[in-house]
């Protein structure tokens, strides 16, 4: 990659020459504007065509200045060398059957979505031979969406999954590598059955148990909402941040990993079991020993530099430094 840089500006390294010629973006949210951003920041696209089923998006996309070219209509990837889908992942079926006809022979088409078993399940019967598809799944979002939500560093030092079916084009899944290394992921590649399965537990669940904490706290019949609202600068207030996600995005999500998600939880439910024994019966022991293996495990990431504004929160904080005592969660994304 290093080869074509030009030049190294505040977003990082510029391109040299656009490692796709035409780019066409369907769904343009929080993650295909992100995408729009980042590529034209680092010079990564020849032409983007933005496209969007949603009148209300395109005019926002105009006044934002994101495409090139924009539209409503699926026709619209016709001659795009690399077709990424940003869409809800229950939209993926009827999205793949109106665009394939339209694909360019050797086009490469890829997404974002949350799920991959079920994309693939989805997209690839309506693929016409001759192109190609690398499923990719950046781990990276806040709880917004939309076009405005977008921001050119989202996926800077995140990683971005990607899930080649067997059989795929190396030179196919390569291309979708650099496109992400470009835009400043770190790229990993697995199966789609594991990811699922990973996924599961690091993401999917820990959305369910937000939801479900905020709508069981909504509902106590012994806790006012004004006390729920003023009495949430504890862990209820992280909660409440990840539990105002788009509800489209994750119905669909938990819909479309349902064994994986479903696995998970019967892990949980008994581990929960255990905790409430614990509690019950006085066993100090017990949660103490899981709560010292979760600070390590919290630390481990830190460490390894996962989350550096928590790590440097957690820095200022031993050090007394001011405004430490804030919550290091940001509830706006940068540049949002
Ligand atoms: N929000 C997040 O933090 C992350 C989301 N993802 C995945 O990215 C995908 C998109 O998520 P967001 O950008 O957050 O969603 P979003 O809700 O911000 O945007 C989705 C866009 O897709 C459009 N759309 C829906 N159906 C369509 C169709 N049939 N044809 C054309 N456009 C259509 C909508 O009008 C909307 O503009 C989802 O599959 C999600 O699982 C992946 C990583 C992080
Ligand atoms: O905002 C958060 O905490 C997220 O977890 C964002 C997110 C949502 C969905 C994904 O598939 C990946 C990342």
Known sequence: MDSAVTSTGPLGPSLAAPLVGRLAIVGIGLIGSSIIHACK?????????????????????????????????LAGVAGA????????????AAVAEAMGPHLKPGAIVSDVGSVKGSIIAQTRP????????????????????GPDAGFATLFQRRWCILT????????????????????GANVEIMSAE????????????????????????????????SEVIKF?????????????????????????????????LGRLNEDVAILSRAIRWGDGDTL??????????????ISQGQDAAEADFGRRHAEGAEGAAGNPTSDKPAGA
């Open 288 to 301: 103490f020993d899981l709560f010292t293996r979760t600070r390590a495990i919290r630390r481990g990431i």
């Open 164 to 183: 080649p079916p067997e059989g795929t084009e190396p030179a196919a899944t390569a291309l979708v590598e650099g496109f992400w290394q470009a835009m």
């Open 126 to 145: 309506h693929l016409p031979a001759g192109t190609h598809l690398v499923p990719a799944h950046p781990v990276a979002g806040t709880e917004y969406s």
């Open 81 to 92: 060398d690399l077709v990424v889908l940003c869409i809800p992942v229950g939209a993926f």
């Open 41 to 73: 920041a680092r010079g990564i696209a020849g032409t983007i065509v933005a496209i969007d089923r949603d009148p209300a998006v395109l005019e926002r996309c105009a006044a934002l200045g994101l495409g090139d070219e924009r539209t409503g209509d």
């Open 194 to 225: 594991h990811h699922d399965r990973v996924l599961a537990i690091t993401s999917h669940v820990p959305h369910l148990i937000a939801y479900n904490i905020v709508g069981t706290a909504a509902d106590l019949e012994t806790v006012t909402e």
């Open 232 to 264: 949430s600068a504890g862990g209820f207030r992280d909660f409440t941040r990840i539990a105002a996600s788009d509800p489209t995005m994750w119905r669909d999500i938990f819909l479309h990993n349902k064994e994986a998600v479903l696995e998970m």
